[in-house]
């Protein structure tokens, strides 16, 4: 397994943006898939984003299509999830995941990375 920790978050007005980072330690980075995750108050987690390790392939929530972008930085370790013209239906702690496939299920991912904030007030 990987260690993920995550930066970022935090509170915007509605129609900002915030970018969130996840570092992962060791040197199989580029083998590793990751993926988003969020959790709202009294809902399930469910998934934002995925990409593969080399970055190719990308997938998205229906839902931020448009307003999200996940990248990787595969010489740096990192993955960053870029977020725009956020609303404020899009607060919730946010998870990073590590696995060995792209999905947008959470199942396959096994390192997660400890979670962060984002507030979106209207």
């Known amino acids: 397994q990987v260690q993920l920790v995550q930066s970022g978050g935090g509170l915007v007005q509605a129609g900002g943006s915030l970018r969130l980072s996840c570092a992962a330690d060791g040197r199989t980075f580029s083998s590793y898939a990751m993926g988003w995750f969020r959790q709202a108050p009294g809902k399930e987690r469910e998934f934002v984003a995925a990409i593969s390790g080399s970055g190719d392939y990308t997938y998205y929530l229906d839902a931020v299509k448009g307003r999200f972008t996940l990248s990787r930085d595969n010489a740096k370790n990192t993955a960053y999830l870029q977020m725009n013209s956020l609303k404020p239906e899009d607060t919730a702690v946010y998870y990073c995941?590590?696995?060995?496939?792209?999905?947008?299920?959470?199942?396959?991912?096994?390192?997660w990375g400890q979670g962060t904030q984002v507030t979106v007030s209207s």
């Open positions: 995941a590590a696995g060995a496939i792209v999905t947008t299920r959470s199942e396959p991912f096994r390192s």
